[in-house]
């Protein structure tokens, strides 16, 4: 339970917390885009540090990063692997089949392996130090223009908070479920795989009933506290743009120039 | 002067399908200012009347008055405006991501603008007593304190009425004090009309005056010291039964002369204290 | 059978930046066949003590004696059902956890886990829904159909189906009407008393406490802090204030009719004790009223 990405947001008062939501999110975005600028030692070896900085400015232990990788491992190393089987060129190595190890692969692979990690390292410095809530109040600021061709903005914004909300709640009855039918004699996780998908049933079906009661409960006192849409309500929550937000626009425009001219 | 609620041949069915009415033929009048409590065994239609009052669901047959305001398609939102609501579960109508994000909800439902919502959010969490939880999240409190939060959302939107249904039932003894303290205060200073329909004892002995209701027809209503009286015949009606009103009876099976009206804890201590010196 | 709790520590989410302290130093005895009442405000750690009864969380430090099991830290979580079926939990709002198509088929759920035929545990299920007053037509109903407080007896008697020793209750009653409340704590009683089931009963009435209680467990900040008879923990009024746990309603009015000038040696703690304390009080012997 403890493993779910959204809720691992770790409180602290650095830099990069402070910075406005929309900032990090914007950036992050950002720099997976620029990150295919690189194709060189160079290039990566800026980027590596740049990241390296960026981590050291949110003061959160490296070991949350690599966490962030871990779940993710196979799917890298797999990419990794075709990248360097696959990739003709210099040297070769080793050859075996339409298999070959080649100088250029190994090149790529590492490459290949690098962005991953430093793509991965990015986007868990803006879950690791933004409020899953903040995160949410960007999203709608960057899908406000979409409101010109009648994407109900409000609505999937207001969604997106009330399901943020509800994420601790429903964790909490899920557990409180599992318990209760682990007393009456469940083992979830044990026997074969159709035992396994058996001994959800009791899970899921009770937690579909109390979700629909509490969605039905919701919508009543939404609708007792005057709410009738997105049309004609104003907004409690802003966000403001401070110094430091400057700042970074700036660092990555130096770092787009700097990847330009040492590709 | 027009009454708060005025409630006429009310009749309510939730399916064709239904055994019963849920509400059959009820009519009552509760007047500006006035703290009234509903008491019933559950499912006695107590929910659905209060429900039917907000415009929650549809009006079939009978007329509601609020505050002069017939209800109707049309003036829905108009009747709304006047009421709020406190329902039993905390967790279930806690909308914002954080306290002073629900207690802004109903304000950004009626488009107040920023400046003014601040305001009335900081104003309404000093009366429930929350500022410092301002921006807490809802896991981190106790449902004691989301229903003060609850509260606040409906005094930062200003309306005459408050309907609590079941409002403490869920909490533990605490929170339950701690949130009738808040209601009664609240109650003193902005002369709210209260209709709380409640199994909780204290809370019925706020109210200036009680109605009972069972199978969807309003059975009886009365002060709380004429509804007390009924003693043990309470349960039947959905309510505690007063620990005095339990001894007085006990005493009087055994024989101990005692009157016949609703005594609280000082009373019937002097009572007995009396009948002790006349030995 | 006891269950006995030897330095028993329980930490939250241990080694994480978000660790928290759900048990410190435990160490007490619930002997089988007693009717055991622990109360606490909440976050207390009753619930996390609860867990710990029937093994659904295991101690990070000490252990935990049920019946002949051990638990402790290193305790494998296979094998754990035997204990699952001795002691029986009813959770806070227990109809959470019906699912099943029909009342029936959801008490049966329990037994069949652990063993028990289809045809027996139908026949259980039938017993069980008798004896915590399902009326016979809402059996083949599906439970989502029926009423808050008849759901609640549902998962009670699918919890009674499986025929444990403990039952152990997290605030049974909380929700429910006054009649309903009442109910329910007569129901547990009746078990007690009649079918001699060991009952560990979490609640914040004290009234409960006094009525039905024979051992009383007081917990804060996740340690117990007092263990004692009913008489002994209520005796001392003024201490059940200061930690704000309320006192039962008899023993308050006591106390009132105390200071009007009535003596009571003990402080009664029941309404029958008040009424058999006081009627010598106020009656001449033969019975006659003051007239």
């Known amino acids: ?263 | 002067m027009t009454k708060a609620i005025e409630v006429q041949n009310l009749s309510f069915r939730y399916s064709e399908e239904a055994k019963r009415n849920a509400i059959q033929d009820m009519s009552f009048t509760i007047e500006n200012d006035e703290w009234v409590a509903i008491i019933g065994h559950n499912g006695s239609g107590k929910s659905t009347l209060a429900k039917s009052i907000d415009g929650l669901l549809p009006l079939e047959k009978g007329t509601i008055i609020v505050n002069g305001i017939e209800l109707s398609e049309a003036n829905l939102w108009q009747v709304r405006d006047q009421i709020g609501m406190v329902f039993q579960n905390p967790d279930n109508q806690f909308v914002g991501a954080t306290v002073e994000d629900d207690v802004a909800f109903g304000l950004e439902n009626r488009g107040v603008p920023r400046a003014e919502m601040v305001q009335r959010v900081q104003d309404a969490l000093q009366r429930v007593n929350m500022t410092a939880f301002a921006t807490r999240e809802p896991a981190h409190l106790s449902g004691g304190q989301k229903q003060r939060v609850a509260l606040a959302g409906i005094i930062a939107v200003r309306p005459q009425i408050l309907i609590l249904d079941e409002a403490t039932s869920m909490l533990d003894p605490k929170g339950r004090q701690d949130v009738l303290a808040t209601i009664r205060q609240l109650k003193a200073e902005t002369h709210m009309t209260v209709l709380s329909i409640t199994h909780d004892i204290d809370e019925a002995a706020s109210a200036d005056r009680i109605l009972v209701i069972d199978d969807g027809q309003l059975k009886q209503q009365g002060t709380p010291a004429e509804i007390f009286r009924y003693g043990s015949r309470l349960i039947k009606m959905g309510l505690d039964v007063p620990y005095t009103a339990k001894v007085a009876e006990d005493l009087s099976t055994a024989g101990v002369a005692l009157p016949s009206q609703f005594l609280d804890e000082s009373e019937l201590a002097q009572t007995l204290w009396t009948l002790h010196s006349q030995m | 059978m006891d269950i006995t709790f030897t330095n028993v520590d329980y930490t939250y989410q241990a080694n994480t930046p978000f660790q928290g302290v759900g048990l410190r130093d435990i160490n007490l005895t619930i002997h089988g066949g007693s009717y055991t009442a622990i109360i606490g405000h909440t976050g207390s750690g009753k619930s996390t003590l609860l867990q710990h009864l029937n093994a659904l969380l295991k101690p990070t430090a000490g252990t935990v004696q049920i019946g002949d099991r051990t638990i402790t830290p290193a305790t494998n979580n296979k094998n754990l059902k035997p204990i699952r079926q001795k002691v029986g939990m009813v959770f806070q709002f227990p109809e959470s956890q019906l699912f099943e198509e029909t009342v029936l088929k959801d008490i049966a759920f329990g037994p069949q886990n652990f063993g028990m035929s289809a045809d027996k545990a139908h026949q259980r299920a039938e017993e069980m829904a008798e004896l915590v007053g399902l009326p016979k037509e809402t059996w083949e109903q599906s439970p989502f159909d029926l009423s808050g407080g008849q759901m609640r007896r549902v998962a009670i008697a699918g919890v009674l189906a499986m025929q444990p020793e403990y039952l152990v209750l997290d605030e049974p009653s909380a929700g429910l009407d006054p009649l309903g409340r009442q109910e329910m704590m007569d129901l547990f009683n009746k078990l007690h008393r009649e079918n001699g089931l060991t009952i560990v009963l979490v609640t914040h009435q004290m009234d409960d406490v006094a009525n039905y209680a024979d051992q009383v467990v007081v917990m804060e900040h996740g340690q117990v802090i007092r263990t004692g008879t009913p008489r002994e923990i209520f005796a001392n009024e003024q201490w059940l204030v200061d930690k704000q746990l309320g006192v039962p309603k008899t023993t308050h009015f006591a106390e009132v009719l105390k200071q009007q000038g009535f003596q009571f040696e003990p402080l009664p703690l029941t309404e029958d004790e008040l009424v058999t304390a006081l009627l010598p009080q106020l009656l001449r012997q033969g019975g006659a009223a003051n007239e």
Do not use: C
């Open chain 1, 1 to 263: 339970m403890n493993k779910l990405l959204i809720g691992r947001y770790i409180p602290g008062n650095s830099f990069v917390h402070r910075l406005d939501p929309r900032t990090k999110l914007l950036a992050s975005f950002y720099y997976i885009g620029i990150i295919f600028l690189a194709d060189n030692w160079q290039t990566y070896l800026v980027l590596l540090l740049f990241t390296l900085a960026a981590i050291a400015m949110s003061k959160i232990k490296l070991g949350f990063f690599w966490k962030g990788v871990r779940p993710l491992i196979w799917l890298i190393l797999f990419t990794v692997l075709l990248q360097v089987f696959f990739t003709q060129g210099g040297h070769v190595y080793w050859h075996w089949g339409i298999f070959t190890l080649s100088q250029y692969g190994l090149i790529n692979g590492t490459y290949i392996f690098v962005r991953f990690v430093l793509i991965i390292f990015m986007s868990t410095l803006l879950t690791l130090t933004t409020p899953p809530l903040a995160l949410a109040d960007a999203v709608e600021y960057i899908l406000y223009p979409l409101k010109y061709v009648h994407f109900p903005v409000y609505e999937v914004a207001l969604m997106l908070s009330i399901a943020l909300r509800f994420v601790p709640t429903l964790m909490d009855e899920t557990e409180k479920i599992m318990n209760a039918q682990r007393a009456r004699g469940v083992d979830f996780g044990e026997g074969s795989l159709m035992q396994r998908i058996k001994s959800l049933v009791p899970l899921l079906i009770p937690l579909f009933v109390s979700s629909f009661n509490r969605a039905d409960d919701l919508a009543t006192a939404m609708e007792a506290r005057g709410y009738r849409g997105g049309e004609g309500r104003s907004k409690f929550r802003i966000l403001k743009w401070h110094a430091a937000d400057r700042w970074v626009g700036l660092s990555f425009i130096v770092l787009t120039i700097i990847l330009i001219v040492l590709r």
